[in-house]
C-alpha cells in the first residue's frame, strides 16, 4: 500500500554509491511534495560512499526552496545515526570521535547540519536494496551519475 503523503512535508530519499572506496562515487535523490516529485543526480571522481550519502541528503536539502518539514529516508546508517546520535557528541568533543581521532567528512557534516536546522527534518532509516520503491530508483541515479564520470 502507498505511503499516505501530508501535504504540509517534503519527502526525500537519497542513496549514494562508489566504485572503490576511495573512487568514482554518485548520488541520487528524489523529492516529493504533493503531487510533484524531483530528481537529482551527480557524482565526483574521487570519494567515499559516506560522502556519496552525505552529499545526496546535502545536495536535496539545498533543493528546498523555503525552510520546510522534511522526512528524509536514506539506506545509510551512517547518515541517519550521524545526525541523529553521533553528532551532539561530535560538537560537545570538538569534532572528535569517541576514540579521540577527528571526525571523517567534517566539512560536510557541518553543511548538513545547518540545512537541518533550517528546515525540521526526520532521519529515517530503511534497509537498502530491498525493494523499496524510491530507495532502488535513487540507487539507480546514483549509479547513472557514477556511470557517468567513466
Not at 19 to 26: C, I, L, R, T, W
Request: aromatic letters at 8%; one cysteine or more; hydrophobic letters at 30%.
Amino acid at each position: 500500500m502507498p505511503q499516505e503523503l501530508s501535504k504540509d512535508t517534503v519527502y526525500i530519499y537519497t542513496d549514494g554509491c562508489c566504485k572503490g572506496n576511495p573512487g568514482p562515487g554518485g548520488y541520487g535523490c528524489i523529492l516529493k511534495y504533493e503531487d510533484k516529485i524531483k530528481e537529482l543526480k551527480g557524482g565526483e571522481r574521487k570519494s567515499t560512499n559516506n560522502r556519496m550519502e552525505l552529499t545526496a541528503a546535502i545536495v536535496a536539502l539545498n533543493a528546498l526552496k523555503k525552510p520546510s518539514r522534511v522526512i528524509l529516508t536514506t539506506d545509510s546508517q551512517y547518515l541517519q545515526k550521524g545526525m541523529t546520535k553521533w553528532i551532539h557528541g561530535w560538537i560537545k568533543r570538538d569534532w572528535i570521535t569517541t576514540d579521540k581521532k577527528p571526525v571523517k567528512n567534517k566539512e560536510l557534516w557541518k553543511k548538513l547540519l545547518l540545512l537541518s536546522q533550517k528546515h525540521g527534518v526526520t532521519w529515517e532509516w530503511i534497509k537498502g536494496h530491498n525493494g523499496h520503491p524510491e530507495n532502488e530508483r535513487c540507487d539507480e541515479l546514483a549509479n547513472e551519475a557514477l556511470d557517468s564520470l567513466r
